[in-house]
C-alpha cells in the first residue's frame, strides 16, 4: 500500500494481463450499450469498427479490473474525480490486454488535510501494443499517518 | 434518427430513468471494480463515501444505458472518441438515475468525409436532482445522404 508520500512524478506501475471474449462483449453490451456493433458480429462488420467491437465502457471497466488488481495499491483505495478519458482504438475478442499507470503530478489537497491529489495518466494497451484507450485521473490519496 | 445537420447548439435530450439496486452495484463492483466500499456495507460506511457506493464505472456504464435508450439518436448509432468524466457524487442504492444531453459545438469531420463531429454535455442526476456525474464526448455523426 502506498501513501501520498510514496508518490512520485514518472513513477511507473504494470498490471496483469486479461483476455476480452466475444461473450463478454456482448453480455456487457447488452447490460450497459446495447448498440448493434456491440453485440452482433455482422452488425460490427457493418459498422465503421468493420467487426464486432467492446463498448469504451466496457474498456474503461475491464482496465479498472487491471488497475485493482496491479501493483499500484494507493492507500485508501483507487478513488477518484474522473479525468480525460479517450478511446484510441476499438477492443476487439480475443484481445489481451494490460494496464501502464504513470504518475504526472502530485499536490496536497486545498480542501481535505490528510489527503493529497495524484494524477495519473492510465494506458490500456492490447496484445500488439496498440493504445486502445487512456484515461488521466485525479485521485485522493491519503498522506502516511505522523 | 438524427442526422449531423440535425443537431444545433443549445438542443437538449432527455432519457428515461433506472433504479440502482445494492446487488447491482455489488455484482458490477465484483466484475470490474472489486473494491470494499463498492462491495459491501458496512467497508462503504468506514470509507470515505460513508455508505455503499457505486463504481464510477457503473454509474459510466448506466449513463450509457440511459442516452442508448433516451431520444438523443444520432444515425450510425452513439459513437465517441472520449472526452472529459467528472464524477461529482456517489450513487448509492436505490438511487434512481436520469441523463439530460445537450449539444454543445458541432463542426465537420477534417479527415472523415461525410462525417460530423457533435460534442456533448451528458450530466446524469440523480431523484433529488443532484449532478452524480458528467461526461463531455465528442461523437462522430454521420451527415444526410444527399
Known sequence: MQYFEDFAVGQKFASGRLIVTATEIKDFAASYDPQPFHLDE?????????????SGWHTAALTMRLIVGSEFRPAGGV?????????????????????ESEILETRLSQSRPGQGIVKVRVTTLNQDGDIVQTFTPSLLVPRRPA
Do not use: M, N, T, Y
Not at 42 to 54: C, E, M, N, P, R
Not at 79 to 99: K, M, N
Open 42 to 54: 455482422i452488425a460490427g462488420k457493418d459498422s465503421l469498427f468493420g467487426g464486432l467491437a467492446a
Open 79 to 99: 478513488l477518484g474525480f474522473g479525468g480525460e478519458l479517450v478511446w484510441a482504438r476499438p477492443v476487439r475478442p480475443a484481445d489481451e490486454l494490460h494496464v
